[in-house]
């Protein structure tokens, strides 16, 4: 067993234990974030004790010898560790975040190239090749939200953009995509759609291309599902049209030179 796998059993075998730190960091997950406990199970979900001597394998993740405690690993004391696999489901890394609702509190990654892997695509890859279709996700609660509400041809992006890399893992298994990202009331989020449409349009591959029309602004796909149902958001899936791929790419190019 690898040194990050051992860390990640300890993790999850922390979570599961019947004490007020790890009953702190259950009650988020399922309380706020809408996750079963057989989730957590089955997705090796876990937390990193706040207190006491930290496991020795958390020595290989870069543990800063001159400050001691005050590097990595001291930044993951007290923080929730959510696995993550490559396609053939064998561990590379990790994201973590405290378990709270508190403002600014986002995800942390343990050191590696997002932009090489999709977050959950070690459990999706069957049903994505079943049903040739895979939904694209932002974010690790997304995923794990919908797929555990019986979506399991969904994966994440892990919060950066779609890459080379990322297409050629989906082209392994499937052609027809639907982008499932957040929009906000800025636009930040329709304008990183719209990017990503235009990479897609890149690959031939692609039978269709797929968005939700209609999400509440500021509503995460994740809880949008739990406030109403899989089904609801599935609805508002709609296929574009060569016409409407055609004006995305215009915009984007146009965008592109006044940046």
């Known amino acids: ?17 019947n004490n007020a730190e790890s009953n702190r960091a259950k009650d988020y ?22 207190y006491g001597k930290l496991p020795e394998e958390i020595t290989f993740f870069g543990r800063d010898k001159k400050d001691g405690d005050k590097g990595f690993a001291y930044f993951i004391k007290g ?10 489901g064998e561990s590379i890394a990790f994201a973590t975040r405290k378990p709270s609702v508190e403002p600014g509190n986002t995800w942390w990654n343990c050191p590696y190239k997002k932009g090489n892997h999709l977050f959950l695509l070690d459990k ?11 939904y ?3 974010g690790y609660m997304d995923a794990l939200v ?26 392994r298994y499937c052609n027809n995509i639907c982008m499932c990202l957040d929009v906000d009331a800025s636009e ?7 990017e990503a449409i235009c990479i897609l349009k890149k690959f031939d591959f692609c039978e269709s291309i797929s968005v939700l029309d209609g999400m509440p602004v500021d509503k995460d796909p994740d809880i949008f599902v739990l406030e109403n149902s899989l089904k609801e958001l599935l609805s508002k899936e709609r296929k ?20």
Do not use: W
């Not at 067993?1 to 234990?17: R, T, V």
């Not at 997950?29 to 706040?50: F, P, Q, S, V, W």
């Open 124 to 134: 999706a890859r069957k049903s994505m090749f079943d049903n040739n279709k895979v």
């Open 136 to 138: 694209l996700v932002e």
């Open 29 to 50: 997950l399922i309380d706020e974030r809408g996750l079963t406990l057989e989730t957590i199970k089955k997705h090796n979900i876990g937390y990193c004790n706040a």
């Open 240 to 259: 574009l049209t060569v016409a409407e791929m055609a004006k995305i790419q215009k915009d984007v190019c146009k965008r592109r030179n006044r940046e």
């Open 79 to 88: 923080r929730l560790i959510v696995p993550v696999y490559n396609e053939f």
């Open 1 to 17: 067993m690898s040194h990050l796998e051992q860390f990640i059993k300890n993790c999850h075998n922390n979570i599961l234990c």
């Open 188 to 194: 930040a989020g329709q304008k990183a759609q719209e």
């Open 146 to 171: 919908l797929y555990q509400e019986g979506l399991h041809n969904v994966v994440g992006l892990m919060g950066v953009s779609i890459s080379s890399r990322k297409m050629g893992l989906i082209i």
